[in-house]
């Protein structure tokens, strides 16, 4: 069964850092990856997907790389801002499932 | 498409009551995931549907819990009878297939069962 990890738990940064989440997984058989941030009392929206047979993809300010070879996976955030306060949740698709980590709470401070 | 659509947001009910939540998955995914958060357990993955048919349930609490597919555009997860323990915001999403594509998330129906 797979087992996805994030860490840190939580992080706090001032504003304008660049800062990376990482994401860690235990089986490599995997269809894709993606990336969510949930705000509180809200869903999931989706961030990043990267597909097995790519190693980064890239929307604006965010980055995501994937390694499956080492089973892990960062979101990287350049120039953060408070309104990238919220949890990142990373997620693995495989066969017949979708698994995410515990998430990461990011606070941006003015 | 308005996205994936739950309803209803909120829900309130009494131990042993029966709940139904709903979903209508985004027009022409084939693909719907029902999930359920917690703070103490995360995002659990429940039950996964493939073009309406159940493909893996074994996340499936416990027989109180069921879940039906009748049609690509709907979808019910049903609690039967509720307790405590179920409290939770439980999550329907869709995808075009399981396998290589993005997955969108409704808003989650937040369930108190008292």
């Known amino acids: 069964k797979q087992e996805v990890t994030q860490i840190p738990a939580a992080l706090s940064v001032p504003e304008g850092e660049n800062l990376v989440l990482n994401c860690s997984f235990t089986d490599s058989a995997i269809y894709n990856l993606q990336w969510f941030r949930q705000d509180p009392g809200k869903g999931l929206t989706s961030l990043l997907l990267i597909q097995s047979s790519q190693r980064e993809q890239t929307s604006g300010r965010l980055n995501a790389s994937l390694d499956k070879s080492s089973g892990r996976s960062t979101l990287y955030i350049a120039a953060s801002q408070p309104g990238d306060s919220a949890t990142y949740l990373c997620a693995l698709t495989a066969n017949n499932d979708m698994r995410f980590g515990a998430g990461t709470r990011l606070t941006v401070k003015p | 498409d308005a996205g994936v659509i739950q309803s209803p947001r909120h829900e309130v009910t009494e131990m042993g009551q029966e709940v139904t939540l709903r979903c209508k998955p985004i027009s022409g995914h084939n693909s719907l995931f029902w999930y359920r958060q917690t703070m103490m357990r995360g995002l659990e993955l429940l039950i996964y549907?493939?073009?309406?048919?159940?493909?893996?349930d074994s996340g499936m609490p416990e027989d109180r819990f069921s879940a039906k597919m009748p049609n690509a555009s709907f979808s019910t997860l049903k609690i039967q009878p509720s307790e405590p323990r179920d409290s939770a915001v439980y999550f329907c999403?869709?995808?075009?297939?399981?396998?290589?594509?993005?997955?969108?998330f409704g808003q989650g129906t937040r369930l108190t069962v008292v």
């Open positions: 999403a869709s995808s075009y297939t399981s396998r290589g594509t993005e997955a969108f």
């Open positions: 549907f493939n073009n309406n048919v159940p493909i893996d």
